[in-house]
T-cell receptor, first 114, second 113 residues
Framework: SQQGEEDPQALSIQEGENATMNCSYKTSINNLQWYRQNSGRGLVHLILIRSNEREKHSGRLRVTLDTSKKSSSLLITASRAADTASYFCATDAKTAKGTGKLIFGQGTTLQVKP | GAVVSQHPSRVICKSGTSVKIECRSLDFQATTMFWYRQFPKQSLMLMATSNEGSKATYEQGVEKDKFLINHASLTLSTLTVTSAHPEDSSFYIC?????????FGPGTRLLVL
């Protein structure tokens, strides 16, 4: 079952602006990952943040994780038209068997207008 | 590195036929692969975990006799949709884990007429 919720569901911004997407989850996790999906395509891995990390950067991406609130955010700075895509968070839940399957959030559809 | 391929990328079949989808890890070995299904404008739903050399683990509500999974080698998992019906039309995506990260294939769009 899906355990992640993302908001907003849709976001439309102008090129150059920042985009922030939020993700909440329900169970304890080993790590949380963010993915991008262009329409009708596969998923591209963006960034992984472990449960003992609070913030991580990769280029124009900044991810935060608050395990006490069971939430994460993805910030894309200085957005570009090419950033237009759907963004999903996915949690690797802690289980007795260790890491493995990912549970995906509902996703945020981002449109960056040129 | 860490590339996952899927074949075919798109398939159209008649109702009642079976369709096989392949998922390959091209530059790494994967003892575990995962199969997801995605309906239009929706998120990914995990269908099953494919384990090399053993039976797949299916998520609740997924019919194991309808979605046959075989993971015969460390680089190949196959999903066979048996006796496909129009409601099986969907986007099927596989993933394989490499160094804590899951890498996804490009997906297979199945249309059952």
């Amino acid at each position: 079952s899906q355990q992640g919720e993302e908001d907003p569901q849709a976001l439309s911004i102008q090129e150059g602006e920042n985009a922030t997407m939020n993700c909440s989850y329900k169970t304890s996790i080993n790590n949380l990952q963010w993915y991008r999906q262009n329409s009708g395509r596969g998923l591209v891995h963006l960034i992984l943040i472990r449960s003992n990390e609070r913030e991580k950067h990769s280029g124009r991406l900044r991810v935060t994780l608050d395990t006490s609130k069971k939430s994460s955010s993805l910030l894309i700075t200085a957005s570009r038209a090419a950033d237009t895509a759907s963004y999903f968070c996915a949690t690797d839940a802690k289980t007795a068997k260790g890491t493995g399957k990912l549970i995906f959030g509902q996703g945020t559809t981002l449109q960056v207008k040129p | 590195g860490a590339v996952v391929s899927q074949h075919p990328s798109r398939v159209i079949c008649k109702s009642g036929t079976s369709v096989k989808i392949e998922c390959r890890s091209l530059d790494f070995q994967a003892t575990t692969m995962f199969w997801y299904r995605q309906f239009p404008k929706q998120s990914l739903m995990l269908m099953a975990t494919s384990n090399e050399g053993s039976k797949a683990t299916y998520e609740q509500g997924v019919e194991k006799d309808k979605f046959l999974i075989n993971h015969a080698s460390l680089t190949l998992s196959t999903l066979t949709v048996t006796s496909a019906h129009p409601e099986d039309s969907s986007f099927y995506i596989c993933s394989a884990e490499h160094q804590e990260t899951q890498y996804f294939g490009p997906g297979t769009r199945l249309l059952v007429l």
